[in-house]
């Protein structure tokens, strides 16, 4: 099979080679697309009580042995001195340049025992690590289920059930048959689930309590049956989360899902890398979608300060990759921040009628997940400048608005309003985009995460007024 | 398990029944949302080349024995004298008392065997008409897939795609090795897929030629590639079609897929049905959706003359069930017709808009697929009269717009605009909706089947203008 390496030499640039993917759809796979309706499960993590199967849609990833600690610490920007048994973190490895690869979630299991879930660049990266560094660990590797099984069987080594919002303390408890600990944020305890001992992880959408729990997959069925019946119990009317409504809890927290690694450039160890990463891997095969178009790849990747996370960094960590990078990359002037986009009322109606009028149209919005790559990236602009990326999007039933996540440039501040141009200016190869052309979405700058408190306190100069 | 009319009893009507099922989304299952997109792959149906696989969303009865023939004519409204090996029918029984219960689609495999294939309501009255009337048949049943099945395995009797589209006649050839037989409309023929012979009827959409072949089951991934290299030997982009785009293709074609059975009333073999009936099944967990609300389950009922079936009719078989009914029921003034509406575009972006106001919204519209349960029934008012009801609905990415199929009052001509009610005027249990208020939609009648040739032609009164 030919490598990354190999595909790039086809291309102009790498750019070009992920704009014309055809890999389709970045989707949630397996789970139903709507349990319910994808309204009511977004309004459930709000006021109610979700359910959301997270057992298909990320590779997991188990590092043990001798040097697993060490591997993963010299891996990742996280401190690592208080990683304690009972502990999980947002695990964030970057390119020795200082560029976000992706991220994970880390789980700590045993001294010598880490769980890692999350996107493929991250997994792909530790793999190659491991052998690249000569490192003393085991990996196993369980790579997210097929995006289209289309009736096939799909088995993962692991369930993984997330329950959300306000009213899941009182399952919780039906489940736990009792209270529960108290899980601290980002902390892991065992709980009872009918007659399992399982881990839970504290986990928190938009300030609501939650749990996260897994075990061996063939648990699934009774896991899954006996949450449904403690919610019963609990008299709590949990709303089970299909794929359409999945991916948008993410605007709400504040989460960037899909930065593009940063391994397209780069030499040395990146350049064996490439050499290492196979054609069918997602940094191959993965899209790029949106309306920036640069020559330069380089343009489309973010470091760690600019997505918020500068304080994981362990600056007493004795060495990792892209500590010297960070070092620089620190307060620089020209780091951007992130935020959150509010896109104009008007502006996607007029996008929307497009789709009913002779001609080609502006690029359809799809509801509520309009992202048609693994990665997208619109720009944002103020006049004729580009100050920022779009890089996430979907529509909030709760926020009743189209909202994207994304950076923006240092002097941009909350309350602006600036243009996003929405749709690609060219015809690419991808499959996941119909023909259209570029329209023009005034987005206003919102904190991230996004709230509804900050919304009323700023936005009423639009949103509340007709324009 | 309790019976249909044990669960009616716990009902002020079966109108409530229905309209309170917490049964979901009425889904095409398994198969993929998107393989490209929903609107490329609605365009391909029109433009170039199509392939649905439908393997799963219908059930499958295969009715064979000495008595096959005269069971199935005795049950169905559809003259039989012409049924020669080669045909295929669509399939029609009505009630003793002349209402619609379904419709299959019929193939003749054998002198004394048949294939069945449709929605449920069709399946389960001839299971039960076999045993209740004593018929020498043997029937296989081959269920639907499930809605959700969640990673499991789904497997079916046989596997069956459809290619359609202009450019679906190269890919034929390819398949075929050589040209194909000209199969006439309806018409069944074998040919040649790679190595295997299989069935192929000749249908069509919208004028454009197209073939529905079928199989074993276990030959379903050799038959798919063979049709993909075939396109692609063809050089022809043939493009899958997902479930979300899949159900609108009716819409431009004009088949009313979701008509209610008329069997919750009437005396005799109908009531022993309604004993007959598990509380699991299609007529008893189904749903109504819609503005239309009245105490009188009749009122949900079509008649075969209404939805465009009266020359089906086998008025010269001496009997069948439903025979008197009908002739009584023939040119009846109070018979409707089926027509095509289209949705006034100011209107639907009124709708739409309110996801982006606050307080309760008008009930939102799913693209491409709005409808929200098994069987729609939307008001189509003029002034305030009911002169109309709504059955189908779905965007068409060809035509520009919103259409549904219905039928109306004999004195509403083509070209009428009248108003639809759009969303339920109370709260219901169903799962499938959220909260939301009534909406007025402004709906222009159009013949069915719809095509741009009658819209051009007629419709720039208000299609082509703004408001």
Not at 384 to 403: A, H, I, Q, T
């Amino acid at each position: 099979m030919p490598s990354l390496n190999d595909v790039m030499k086809d291309w102009k640039n790498p750019v070009e080679m992920l704009r014309n993917s055809r890999a389709g759809m970045y989707v949630y796979p397996v789970v139903t697309p709507e349990f319910e309706n994808w309204r009511n499960e977004q309004a459930a993590w709000r006021n109610g009580a979700v359910l959301f199967d997270q057992s298909h849609h990320m590779d997991e990833l188990i590092v043990e042995g001798p040097q697993a600690t060490e591997f993963l610490a010299y891996h990742g920007i996280n401190g690592f001195g208080n990683f304690d048994l009972n502990r999980a973190k947002h695990y964030v490895p970057v390119t020795p340049n200082g560029h976000v690869i992706g991220d994970h979630i880390i789980f700590r299991e045993r001294e010598d025992k880490y769980v890692l879930v999350g996107r493929a660049p991250t997994s792909n990266w530790l793999m190659f690590c491991a052998a690249y560094g000569n490192w003393n660990v085991r990996i196993k590797y369980d790579p997210r289920s097929p995006s289209r099984p289309e009736g096939e069987r799909v088995l993962r080594t692991h369930y993984r059930y997330q329950i959300q919002g306000p009213l899941a303390p009182a399952i919780f408890e039906k489940m736990n048959g009792g209270p529960v600990p108290d899980i601290k944020f980002f902390h892991v305890d065992w709980i009872n689930v009918g007659n399992k001992k399982v881990q839970a992880l504290r986990h928190g959408m938009s300030g609501a309590p939650g749990l996260e729990i897994w075990g061996p997959y063939e648990d699934k069925s009774y896991i899954l049956n006996t949450i449904l019946e403690a919610a019963k119990d609990a008299g709590v009317d949990i709303v089970r989360c299909g794929s359409r409504a999945y991916s948008t809890n993410t605007l709400e927290s504040g989460w960037i899902p899909s930065p593009l690694p940063g391994i397209y450039t780069g030499d040395g160890m990146l350049a064996e890398y490439r050499e290492w990463l196979g054609s069918d891997m997602y940094e191959a095969a993965g899209a790029i979608g949106g309306s920036f178009v640069s020559d330069n790849i380089e343009d489309y990747y973010v470091n760690p300060f600019e997505l918020g996370y500068g304080f994981y960094i362990g600056w007493k960590k004795d060495d990792f990759i892209g500590k010297e990078a960070l070092t620089k990359m620190k307060d620089a002037p020209t780091n951007r921040k992130k935020v959150t986009f509010e896109w104009n009322k008007e502006d996607v109606l007029k996008v929307i009628s497009s789709a009913f009028e002779e001609g080609t149209p502006y690029k359809w919005i799809d509801f509520p997940q309009p992202n048609y790559a693994s990665s997208s990236a619109d720009m944002v602009m103020h006049g004729d400048k580009m100050v920022g990326m779009s890089m996430f999007n979907g529509y909030s039933w709760n926020e009743r608005c189209l909202l994207s996540l994304g950076v923006v440039d240092s002097s941009v501040e909350v309350g602006d309003v600036l243009t996003m141009k929405w749709g690609e200016p060219d015809d690419t190869a991808k499959t996941s985009a119909e023909p259209h052309k570029q329209a023009e979405i005034r987005v206003r700058v919102s904190p991230t995460p996004y709230s509804s408190e900050a919304r009323e306190n700023y936005a009423d100069s639009w949103r509340t007024k007709a324009a």
